[in-house]
């Protein structure tokens, strides 16, 4: 089992910036790449970012240059700092970490992009 525990969400105005956080504990060893997924209301979710255990990562392209996804492999844990925050980027964010036999999800944190 694995457990994932993010942290940093919150509200900000438009052109702020926030850094998300998640933590794994458990059966890390099992997990190569993590990810920030989000999801708002009546919406699929959707990828955000991923990293994997060396470092390379991927950001969808609504993101690319503002947002940022970086990794501490010592402290299991991934980061997400977010730039420039928009309206649109309100959402729920999630950790993610797939196995080969199943996902696992964090439970979630409110980000909240508003003047």
């Known amino acids: 089992q694995v457990q994932l525990v993010e942290s940093g969400g919150g509200s900000v105005q438009p052109g702020g910036s926030l850094r998300l956080s998640c933590q794994a504990s458990g059966d890390i060893g099992s997990i190569n790449t993590m990810g920030w997924y989000r999801q708002t209301p009546g919406k699929e979710r959707e990828v955000v970012a991923t990293i994997d255990r060396d470092g390379r990562a991927g950001i969808e392209d609504a993101v690319k240059g503002r947002f940022t996804i970086s990794r501490d492999n010592a402290k299991s844990t991934v980061y997400l700092q977010m730039n420039s925050l928009k309206p649109d980027d309100t959402a729920v964010y999630y950790c993610?970490?797939?196995?080969?036999?199943?996902?696992?999800w964090g439970q979630g944190t409110q980000v909240t992009v508003s003047s």
């Open positions: 993610n970490a797939p196995r080969w036999d199943r996902q696992y």
